[in-house]
């Protein structure tokens, strides 16, 4: 990946532009963790870049931004830029591509986010950003009254970092948040929802979450019952004790499963009935918030005497043929009664047991 990089850098470097790697993969090589995306910034614009790179580079879906792919690697190259006015606390509206990395640094978040690597490896730090690393201190670039406010994601941003590196973070950024967490309603709840959940999938998400509570940001942020919030290794089983299934976009699938867990922590038991209802992995996840032994769940579950409806030992075909019975509305309470009582243990799993209850089953309600 880091030679990669430097390749990149080089071609950039000999069509006669400047090009640096910035932000996180400076930032966590300083720290010696592995990064995932690699950012360059340079003074090429975008068209520039594209005669550079014929072919190999699309939009990027940040503003003035392209992607690049090369040799399967995938990069965000952004051209130097001042970003000249912030609608809604959010985006600039106007951006101006400008020939100096200095000017191009200081509209950055944080000073931790400002180190850049050059085509030698070589790290530049023009923002003495060295000893907020060292400190593990998350500061943002220049006033954070200002800075917050106008882009207010920062707000999630300095909390993310803080809590992925396990950095404090500065008290003036922590008094600007304070300040301007009632902004955090212009943000889009996919944006909320996309940082939130790097914080909570952390190693080190119970730090994030005494953040969120010390920052006041609950109520901002609409989330329930943070002070209450256990942290479990699963992101579903978080948000299905925040109780925001109104507000926050989820997938079908994820919702479903959210409603599932609330469920059965409203019911706050785990029986054999419930995991034959809602299956290992939900029960799992409702057992690990309720503070249970996630072994003992497991065992419990493969004691089950069924997992599913298939496993019944019931041929309905068969068993009609033989009571001399059509199919109908009645086989559906047959399975549910079925389903209860062989999980109960009252019924054997096997024909004869079945056939039989079916038989006074249906003889007791002809009664
Ligand atoms: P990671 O990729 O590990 O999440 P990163 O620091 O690389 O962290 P990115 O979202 O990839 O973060 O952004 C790349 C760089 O762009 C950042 O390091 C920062 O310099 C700048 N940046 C990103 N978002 C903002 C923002 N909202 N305001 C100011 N600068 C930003
Ligand atoms: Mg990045």
């Keep these: 990946m880091y030679n990669n990089a430097m390749e990149v850098l080089k071609k950039i470097n000999s069509n006669g532009y400047e090009s640096y790697v910035v932000g996180g993969f400076v930032r ?23 005669n550079i790179f014929k072919g190999a580079i699309a939009p990027s879906e940040t503003y003035g931004a392209v992607t690049l792919i090369y040799k399967n ?32 640094l200081k509209r950055r978040d944080f000073t931790i986010n400002t180190f850049c690597m050059d085509s030698n490896g070589k790290t530049i730090d023009l923002l003495d950003a060295k000893d907020d690393l060292d400190n593990k201190i998350i500061k943002t670039v220049g006033n954070p009254k200002y800075r917050l406010k106008e882009d207010v994601l920062r707000i999630l941003r300095a909390i993310r970092f803080a809590t992925s590196l396990n950095f404090d973070i500065n008290p003036d950024v922590k008094k600007a948040i304070k300040k301007n967490s009632k ?37 901002p942020l609409e989330l329930s019952n943070l002070t209450k919030l256990k942290v479990v290794d ?38 054999d009935h419930v995991l034959y209802q809602y299956g ?57 009664l079925l389903e209860k009582n062989i999980i109960d243990g009252t019924l054997k799993n096997n024909e004869e047991s079945i056939e039989k209850f079916i038989t006074t089953y249906l003889s007791e309600k002809s009664k």
């Design 183 to 219: 902004l955090l309603k212009n943000l889009s709840y996919t944006r909320k929802k996309d940082e939130l959940t790097k914080i909570f999938t952390s190693a080190n998400a119970s730090y994030g979450i005494s953040l969120l509570i010390e920052l006041k940001l609950g109520k």
């Design 28 to 50: 966590d090589r300083l720290l010696g963790i592995k990064s995932t995306d690699i950012d360059i910034c340079t003074n090429a614009t975008p068209q520039q870049l594209s």
């Design 280 to 336: 290992l992995y939900i029960t799992s996840v409702a057992a690990s918030i309720m503070g249970m032994d996630k072994g003992s769940i497991n065992k419990k579950y493969n004691k089950l005497p069924i997992k599913g409806r298939s496993e019944i030992a019931f041929d309905i075909k068969k068993i009609c043929k033989k009571l001399n019975l059509s199919e109908g509305k009645w086989i559906k309470d047959v399975y549910l």
């Design 234 to 271: 699963d992101i579903l089983g978080i948000w299905a004790q925040l109780d925001v299934l109104k507000i926050y976009p989820f997938t079908k699938v994820e919702r479903e499963a959210i409603e599932k867990i609330e469920e059965i922590l409203k019911m706050q038991t785990i029986d």
């Design 73 to 104: 690697i995938r990069y965000e190259i952004t051209t130097y830029r001042k970003e000249i006015k912030y609608d809604d606390h959010r985006r600039p509206s106007k951006i101006e591509y400008i020939d100096n990395l200095l000017e191009d």
